[in-house]
């Protein structure tokens, strides 16, 4: 009875179906073979007791699993449990008794059938929803939680229903086991059930290296069963798939091995096909991974090896902070391919080269540009003005003129692409006016001052190869502000400067230009940097020396100067509030009257700005301040206390002049509006001669010239008797305060009317002043400059003022503020200058 046993065993595979499963336990690890050999060893224990009992006629135990005939069934919603699989069941319900039942009966048996998952929505189920088979499964291991039991089963074999016991809350059933359906010994089809096998362990040792979780199952299945049976082989492969709950459930319906393991063949083919397109693509993923690790880990080797050599302390440490900076910016794309190479660059340079501080400072520059970072602006004009009148006294026409500008900017909804020009004496406000434009339209604020500068790359910026270099001042501008729409004032434009080193003025075209500052290259970046949406504001004290090109892109907007009202309101509204708060004084402390700051004004302050104003006043409040830490609770300043404060009056000194010979006329400077004196006198009558002084320029001289020539040609038409006057008369013609220099054409009806004063023997009107250009057929020529050639003559207590009839409209335009009070009269040729000022009839 043994032999016929061992004849038995040796007859169910073949050799080939030997080499096969051979080949599939050497994919299997060291673990699972060890699982494996003690699972053999188990069978083989089992196997020897079977034949002792045989030979000794007792039963032989059943290897097999038990078959009860009467049994519980359980319906479940997943994939059927195929026999030879472990499978993790989840059942909402309550099914916990029931499970708790058969957990205490020694089978621990129960049926599994898989419902179709269209049913789960109804709620109950019926009998003729149950499938033909299921599956006897062994309860491994159970837990329950409120309303659900979740367990573990091992699929032993398949069951059909035969009879219903009880159907309802609780499910019990005759079942029958199916058998499997063998090809005949020695058939056709026998052979191709071996090949089907042979095939079946082929795709399986395909497939178990793409997926780990293969390999457990197969692990759990050659632990657990017979690994010769074709059937369970089949079972074993479908099961580890993943297809569809109908696809399985057909399989386990199929009793036929031979039709069994053509469907598994089938679905594991396509399982394969997955496995291997899923294997692909972790494989390219795995290579970019590794790809960056295998960076990462040189880098990181770098790092030790140049901490050990002492030649760099972080060597990435820098690029990296570079490249989290240049992240949190919106930069255009060839600056973003430029800090890329320069990055890459920088992570290969030693800290002892001469590149490396190079490299830094320009990555450092591109990483401290705010690029794409805007001010959000405002163009609110009500804003703009309660900015303005809060910050500035006066200076009407210059604010209406702002409003304007902002007016425009709100209609196109951006300022950009205009450069305002303040033109004005020094001391008026131009680049307190430029800071309020920019607090007005909520933008950050730079100022550059041009004075003296006279190197090109102060604006252009230096070759960044060059030891020191540095960006251009622009650029800086936007580093300092932190946006790329600031308000930039360029100071002092009209005093740049020419040198070997280039010429700044030509390169602020380029800046300036709103149809070229968009591609601004700077020397330093060495690419374009977008400069549009800057506001742009310039200011000079004349517009002589700027450059036309240059002064042809700017809106000229010209500041005059402050009248004595508007000086008062200033001194107490600005310059006392702040000149307290700088010596950490209270008004309290240091007191000084309207009537005070009128005399400071008027005899230490004449000029067209504020600053000898302010100065006066700290002057004043540092020598209160002495006073109150002496002892002093508080000082009060009063008039006749301003000697001892500030000394001699400069202007309570000046003398009016006024006789024969001697008229005032008005003159334009840099620093404003002036008052000139031209005397003139009759030296002796040996020769005729003309002798000018008063450290004249050229075109005053010419002026002279002209007037005297006028003058000498036409006397018998204002003195019939003194036509000879000139003939055998030497002329001095002087201009006090020699050592100031003088120029301009305005002088000419000045010098004309003292020459006629002289001939006449006659003086002058008292309260007059003139400005004119003469002509030599006696036509009184337009002049500019009359704002503050007013403003000069209020200053001096002139309140008549004769100018060219061509100056008419000018002096409509200006401020009533500046023309209250005074007494214009227009000349259209030298006649009526003289009949003004001397009475005479044409």
């Known amino acids: 009875m043994a032999e016929n046993k061992e004849e038995k065993k040796s007859d169910v595979l073949s050799k080939e179906q030997v080499e096969k499963i051979n080949k599939l336990l050497s994919s299997l690890s060291d673990e699972q073979l060890e699982g494996v050999k003690n699972r053999l060893s188990d069978l083989k224990k089992s196997l020897k007791e079977n034949d002792a009992a045989e030979e000794n006629g007792d039963d032989v135990m059943e290897i097999a699993a038990p078959s009860p005939a009467l049994i519980n069934v359980i319906p479940t919603f997943s994939r059927p449990v195929m026999p030879s699989q472990i499978a993790p069941i989840q059942l909402k319900g309550n099914f916990e008794k029931l499970i708790t039942e058969i957990a205490d009966t020694q089978s621990k048996c129960f049926a599994l059938f898989s419902i179709d998952e269209k049913y789960e929505s109804k709620g109950t189920i019926s009998k003729n929803q149950f499938p033909k088979t299921g599956t006897l499964v062994r309860l491994l291991h159970a837990k329950s939680i409120p309303g659900e039991v979740h367990f573990v089963c091992e699929g032993i074999c398949r069951v059909e229903i035969e009879k219903w016991v009880k159907f309802g809350s609780e499910l019990k059933a005759k079942i029958r086991y199916p058998e499997n359906i063998m090809p005949e010994q020695g058939s056709e089809d026998e052979l191709k059930l071996k090949a089907y096998a042979m095939n079946l362990v082929a795709l399986l040792q395909e497939i178990l290296p793409l997926n780990p979780m293969y390999s457990e199952e197969m692990r759990q299945y050659l632990l657990r069963f017979d690994q010769n049976d074709p059937s369970m082989l089949a079972d074993c492969a479908a099961s580890i798939t993943s297809t569809t709950q109908s696809i399985l459930q057909d399989i386990l319906e199929t009793y036929d091995v031979l039709t069994k393991l053509e469907k598994s063949q089938s679905i594991l083919k396509k399982e394969l096909k997955a496995a291997k397109l899923q294997d692909a693509i972790r494989s390219s993923v795995n290579e970019r991974l590794t790809k960056r690790q295998k960076e990462f880990v040189l880098k990181e080797q770098i790092k030790e090896i140049q901490k050990e050599l002492g030649t760099r302390g972080d060597a990435f440490s820098e690029g990296d902070e570079f490249i989290s900076r240049m992240k949190k910016l919106n930069p255009p794309a060839e600056i973003k391919r430029r800090f890329d190479n320069e990055i890459k660059k920088f992570n290969t340079i030693d800290t002892n ?490």
């Open 353 to 842: 080269s001469p590149e490396y501080g190079i490299a830094r400072n320009y990555l450092e520059t591109l990483c401290t540009i705010p690029w794409g970072q805007y001010a959000k602006e405002n163009l609110n004009l009500e804003h703009a003005r309660e900015v303005l009148d809060e910050d500035h006294e006066g200076l009407k026409d210059v604010k209406d003129r702002i409003i304007e500008f902002l007016a425009i900017g709100a209609l196109k909804g951006t300022t950009n692409g205009s450069i305002l020009l303040f033109v004005g004496p020094p001391g008026v406000g131009k680049t307190s006016i430029g800071k309020s434009i920019a607090k007005a339209l909520n933008r950050p604020f730079y100022r550059l001052s041009l004075g003296g500068v006279g190197d090109d790359s102060v604006i252009k910026g230096h070759r960044k190869t060059y030891i020191g270099a540095m960006p251009g001042k622009f650029v800086q501008a936007l580093r300092e502000t932190k946006v790329m729409n600031p308000v930039i004032m360029l100071d002092e434009i009209d005093k740049l400067t020419h040198s070997y080193h280039g010429d700044p003025a030509s390169s602020l075209l380029e800046t300036l230009d709103p149809e070229q500052n968009s591609t601004f290259m700077d020397n330093y970046l060495d690419e374009r940097l977008d400069l549009s949406k800057c506001l742009f504001i310039c200011t000079a004290n004349t517009e002589d020396t700027i450059p036309s090109a240059l002064l042809d892109r700017m809106d000229k907007i010209r500041l005059s100067g402050y009248i004595g009202s508007e000086k008062l309101a200033i001194a107490k509204k600005h310059l006392m509030p702040k000149a307290l708060e700088k010596a950490h004084l209270t008004k309290s402390q240091i007191k000084m009257s309207d009537a005070v700051l009128k005399k400071i004004i008027e005899e230490y302050a004449r000029e067209s700005g504020m600053r000898s104003t302010q100065r006066a006043i700290e002057k004043i409040i540092r020598k209160g301040a002495v006073k109150i830490l002496e002892g002093s609770k508080s000082v009060t300043v009063k008039t006749n206390d301003l000697f001892d404060y500030l000394g001699t009056a400069p202007f309570k000194r000046e003398k009016h002049l006024e006789g024969v010979g001697v008229i005032t006329g008005l003159a334009w400077t840099s620093v404003g509006g002036a008052t000139l004196p031209i005397e003139s006198s009759r030296v002796n009558t040996d020769q005729k001669a003309l002798e000018l002084t008063g450290s004249l320029g050229d075109v005053m001289k010419e002026s002279a010239h002209i007037a005297y020539s006028y003058i000498q040609s036409h006397i018998e038409k204002f003195a019939k008797d003194k036509k000879d006057f000139f003939k055998k008369s030497t002329i001095h013609i002087h201009v006090p305060e020699g050592a100031t220099p003088k120029d301009g054409p305005s002088a000419g009806v000045t010098i004309a009317s003292s020459l006629l004063s002289l001939a006449m023997n006659k003086a002058p009107k008292k309260g007059y002043a003139m400005t004119g250009e003469l002509s030599l057929t006696g036509q009184v020529l337009a002049i500019g400059g009359i704002k503050e050639k007013t403003i000069a003559a209020r200053r001096m207590g002139i309140f008549n003022i004769i100018c060219p009839k061509a100056n008419e409209d000018d002096v409509k335009e200006l401020p009533v503020e500046v023309t209250e009070g005074v007494n214009y009269y227009f000349a259209d040729t030298y006649e009526d200058v003289a009949k003004v000022i001397f009475d005479l009839k044409k």
